[in-house]
Nanobody
Framework: QVQLVESGGGSVQAGGSLRLSCVAS????????MGWFRQAPGKEREGVAA????????YYADSAKGRFTISQDNAKTPVYLQMNSLKPEDTAMYYC?????????????????????WGQGTQVTVSS
């Protein structure tokens, strides 16, 4: 089993920055990829950024391109989401997710079903 704990959320003004962290524990050798998702009140959870274990490949939703950076030094270190030029529409609960299965659905890296381990979330609030 893999457990995920997020941190780094908070309240900032538009244009500001935050860095989210996700620490994985347990059977971390089973993690193939990790992602950051977010969910605003009344909206579906959506993928923001994803990374293969160790950081060799990264993927971004259109809403994150050019402003957010996902990173991980190696499989044993946290996954970070550096968020710059934040906008009020970035306000949401941000969740870290991990894929530890030996198979996948073969869908988009931003499909929720591609990840089977989830953290509890960290709140990001951006004021105008």
């Amino acid at each position: 089993q893999v457990q995920l704990v997020e941190s780094g959320g908070g309240s900032v003004q538009a244009g500001g920055s935050l860095r989210l962290s996700c620490v994985a524990s347990g059977d971390t050798d089973s993690v193939k990829r990790m992602g950051w998702f977010r969910q605003a009140p009344g909206k579906e959870r959506e993928g923001v950024a994803a990374i293969t274990t160790g950081g060799s490949s990264t993927y971004y939703a259109d809403s994150a391109k050019g402003r957010f950076t996902i990173s991980q030094d190696n499989a044993k270190t946290p996954v970070y989401l550096q968020m710059n030029s934040l906008k009020p529409e970035d306000t949401a609960m941000y969740y870290c997710a991990a894929d530890t299965r030996s198979w996948s659905y073969g869908g988009s890296w931003f499909e929720r079903r591609e990840y089977n381990r989830w953290g509890q979330g960290t709140q990001v609030t951006v004021s105008s």
